[in-house]
């Protein structure tokens, strides 16, 4: 979900891996960290279900680098993923709550 998110919030842009991860770290006030061990396969995952798209191109530092997007059926798990989110964190603070 936070994957699908960030690139959802990139808009146009394109993003690739350490971008994604890097983003995520920022935008938690530095809570989240996304390993490399999960985010590339996640994306991969998330490729071949096609949520995400990917090119090859160059980052600024002339690297070669994978830039993802979201894709149409990106957009509907993401939609998907926060609906079941919602519900669970509504049910988890109706435990916590005291009684």
């Known amino acids: 979900m936070l994957i699908l998110k960030t690139l ?4 146009a842009n394109q993003l690739h ?3 994604i991860a890097q983003a995520i ?11 490399e061990g999960s985010l590339y396969p996640a994306l991969q995952r ?4 096609g949520w ?6 160059h980052t600024p530092e002339r690297r070669r680098a994978r830039y993802y997007r ?11 993923e926060i609906a ?13 709550q005291p009684t």
Do not use: C, N
């Not at 079941?84 to 916590?96: D, G, P």
């Open 25 to 35: 770290h920022q935008r938690s006030r530095s809570v989240l960290h996304v390993e």
């Open 46 to 49: 998330m490729l071949i279900k």
């Open 17 to 19: 891996g350490f971008e």
């Open 70 to 80: 979201l894709t149409p059926a990106g957009k509907k798990q993401l939609d998907r």
């Open 8 to 11: 959802a919030r990139a808009g």
């Open 84 to 96: 079941s989110y919602t519900r669970v964190a509504a049910a988890v603070t109706l435990i916590i």
């Open 52 to 57: 995400i798209a990917g090119e090859w191109g």
